[in-house]
């Protein structure tokens, strides 16, 4: 007895067979088995399902129905177990004859003869008549090549069927023009388009040499316009600003020099510009206009003379009224009654001043520091103004205008507000075009670089400008001829395939190329088809080649037998005439006349 090495197996196996070692199952336990036999009770009705006793209890398994039969189909039902049903083999060709063998399965042998469709059907050697597949056998109907198009100049060759050379239309002395040719109208000529999409160029054709586009120079001799070329609008002039902001002067541009500011005469913005070096006069400026009014002296105070003076202004000389040792009561004058011998009124009406008196000076008036009574009295600069209020000395910034956008505004402590124009630089990238707005400031528009070629790539470098980088077409498949079209952009068409030779298979891949594979069987004329037998004429029919037997013409002599020999063709033999006497009544060895045998006549009717 052979045991098993796996100590683990409740199985022995002696010679082949397998028994189970002594297992003690409790009675309890349904799923506990000793052999193979104990599992039967657990097969249910499903006859696609076996159990086994595996390690003491019971596993089900699946029914593996037979494949290998390639001419049946195999499977198993749960009530039948397993079934087996015939392949259907029909392949729908009614010129094959569907069997099948259970070792390989489906066969489809041809019918001879047979066709299905007209690419079956040939007529070998002659290209100029059609085989047509009619009630699945083939027939020959004339080829009509078609002359419909224009561009090709067709005839139907016997060896090569309907031939199409092309119509060649020669544009390459005028290179302004483009000859194609239209399959209805025949050659065409149409002039090509030189419009290069920018509007500062000049587009014209040379026909030696193609479009031409010769840069549009935009006028700039008036210095009262700016004038540039736009690419989508061509030469733009616009008018120059000679707007100096000051209404003083009559603002005008003269096309030769440029812009012209005139002073206006009397015209003014403040009253420091109008002086008339009159002291007399009170200059100021009203509506852009110096005006003057006389100065009309106070001669309310009649402790004054007053008069006025072209240098000075108002003058007034003291009424001088009876004198007094003590300076602090004094004969004054009194503004309204004259002169009133009172102590005297040391107050200035100055708020700035502290008034006193000395009885052997007289009035004295201390100025109080930081106190002022008008504008003059307050430090100022360019940029701060000093302003008297409530007898004090306050400064208020300068506010310089900053409605123009396109101008810097500062405050210069020497020259006041100051106005700079603003730059809007775009040296370092050439694909944008700045330019100064007053209400918004510099705006910045992307160069448009688009050359209308549809064969071009066009982008943009900062450091260069405009790119225009050729497509390269796609030459990757080899079953299409690829160009790029400047209107179109990259465009494909199918090669075509076609060797004129009814025996090959004509088609393309895109790795290689055409593929021309030879058709088994077929033929074009009569030298390709040898039997190597001399007696078979061997003819190529309907691309096809077909076996005939040679007939052997009768010998003319009546002594001899013609026959065929497969190596030698038609042979003629001398016939044994054993017992026969051979009469040559002619000398001419046989030829017409006949054999006799003693005593009896045969005669050789060839």
């Given at each position: 007895?052979?045991?098993?090495?796996?100590?683990?197996?409740?199985?022995?196996?002696?010679?082949?067979?397998?028994?189970?070692?002594?297992?003690?199952?409790s009675e309890s336990d349904d799923s506990c088995c000793k052999s193979h036999l104990d599992c039967a009770s657990n097969i249910n009705t499903n006859k696609c399902s076996t159990s086994r006793c595996i390690s003491n209890k019971c596993s089900p398994s699946p029914v593996v129905c037979d494949t290998v039969n390639k001419?049946?189909?195999?499977?198993?039902?749960?009530?039948?177990?397993?079934?087996?049903?015939?392949?259907?083999?029909?392949?729908?060709?009614?010129?094959?004859?569907?069997?099948?063998?259970?070792?390989?399965?489906?066969?489809?042998?041809?019918?001879?003869?047979?066709?299905?469709?007209?690419?079956?059907?040939?007529?070998?050697?002659?290209?100029?008549?059609?085989?047509?597949?009619?009630?699945?056998?083939?027939?020959?109907?004339?080829?009509?090549?078609?002359?419909?198009d224009k561009c090709k100049n067709s005839f139907c060759d016997k060896s090569k069927g309907c031939v199409s050379t092309p119509v060649v239309c020669d544009s390459s002395?005028?290179?302004?023009?483009?000859?194609?040719?239209?399959?209805?109208?025949?050659?065409?000529?149409?002039?090509?388009?030189?419009?290069?999409?920018?509007?500062?160029?000049?587009?014209?054709?040379?026909?030696?040499?193609?479009?031409?586009?010769?840069?549009?120079?935009?006028?700039?001799?008036?210095k009262c316009k700016n004038s540039y070329c736009d690419k989508t609008k061509?030469?733009?002039?616009?008018?120059?600003?000679?707007?100096?902001?000051?209404?003083?002067?009559?603002?005008?541009?003269?096309?030769?020099?440029?812009?012209?500011?005139?002073?206006?005469?009397?015209?003014?913005?403040?009253?420091?510009?109008?002086?008339?070096?009159?002291?007399?006069?009170?200059?100021?400026?009203?509506?852009?206009?110096?005006?003057?009014?006389?100065?009309?002296?106070?001669?309310?105070?009649?402790?004054?003379?007053?008069?006025?003076?072209?240098?000075?202004?108002?003058?007034?000389?003291?009424?001088?009224c009876a004198d007094s040792s003590n300076k602090c009561v004094n004969s004054y004058c009194d503004a309204a009654k004259g002169c009133v011998s009172t102590p005297i009124n040391c107050d200035d009406n100055n708020v700035c001043t502290i008034d006193s008196c000395n009885n052997s000076t007289g009035c004295t008036h201390t100025m109080i520091p930081g106190c002022c009574t008008d504008n003059s009295q307050c430090a100022s600069d360019q940029c701060n103004t000093g302003r008297c209020m409530n007898n004090k000395c306050v400064s208020s910034p300068v506010i310089c205008d900053t409605s123009d956008k396109c101008k810097n505004s500062y405050c210069d402590k020497t020259k006041g507000c100051v106005y700079t124009p603003v730059v809007c630089d775009t040296s370092n990238n050439k694909c944008v075009n700045s330019y100064c707005d007053k209400t918004r400031g510099c705006i910045t528009n992307a160069v448009t670089c688009d050359d209308g070629d549809f064969c071009t790539t066009d982008s943009c470098n900062n450091s260069t400008g405009c790119c225009y980088t050729p497509i390269q077409r796609d030459a990757s498949d080899k079953c299409k001829n690829s160009y790029c079209d400047k209107t179109k952009g990259c465009v494909s068409s199918p090669v075509t395939c076609n060797d004129n030779n009814v025996c090959t298979v004509d088609s393309c891949n895109p790795s290689t190329g055409c593929c021309y594979t030879p058709i088994q069987g077929c033929c074009t004329d009569d030298s390709q088809c040898n039997s190597n037998n001399k007696c078979n004429i061997d003819r190529c029919i309907n691309n096809k080649c077909t076996v005939s037997p040679v007939i052997c013409a009768p010998s003319t002599d009546k002594c001899k037998n013609t026959y065929c020999d497969q190596s030698q063709g038609c042979v003629s033999i001398d016939i044994q005439c054993d017992t026969v006497q051979v009469v040559d009544n002619d000398n001419d060895d046989c030829q017409g006349d006949e054999c006799f045998h003693y005593g009896y006549e045969y005669h050789y009717n060839n």
């Open positions: 007895m052979f045991k098993s090495s796996d100590p683990s197996s409740n199985t022995d196996q002696l010679d082949g067979c397998i028994t189970c070692k002594i297992t003690v199952c001419c049946v189909n195999s499977y198993c039902d749960a009530v039948k177990g397993c079934v087996s049903n015939p392949i259907n083999c029909d392949d729908n060709n009614v010129c094959t004859v569907d069997s099948c063998n259970n070792s390989t399965g489906c066969c489809h042998t041809m019918i001879p003869g047979c066709c299905t469709d007209n690419s079956q059907c040939s007529n070998s050697g002659d290209q100029c008549n059609t085989g047509r597949c009619i009630n699945n056998k083939c027939s020959l109907s004339p080829v009509v090549c078609d002359s419909s002395n005028n290179k302004c023009v483009n000859s194609y040719c239209d399959a209805t109208k025949g050659c065409v000529s149409t002039p090509i388009k030189c419009d290069d999409g920018d509007y500062c160029t000049i587009d014209s054709c040379n026909n030696s040499t193609g479009c031409c586009y010769t840069p549009i120079q935009c006028d700039s001799s008036d061509g030469c733009v002039s616009t008018p120059v600003s000679c707007d100096d902001n000051n209404v003083c002067t009559l603002d005008a541009c003269d096309s030769a020099t440029g812009c012209t500011h005139t002073n206006i005469q009397g015209c003014c913005t403040n009253n420091a510009q109008c002086d008339s070096d009159n002291e007399c006069n009170i200059d100021s400026c009203m509506n852009n206009k110096c005006v003057s009014s006389p100065v009309v002296c106070d001669t309310s105070d009649k402790c004054k003379y007053s008069y006025c003076d072209k240098t000075k202004g108002c003058v007034y000389t003291p009424v001088v």
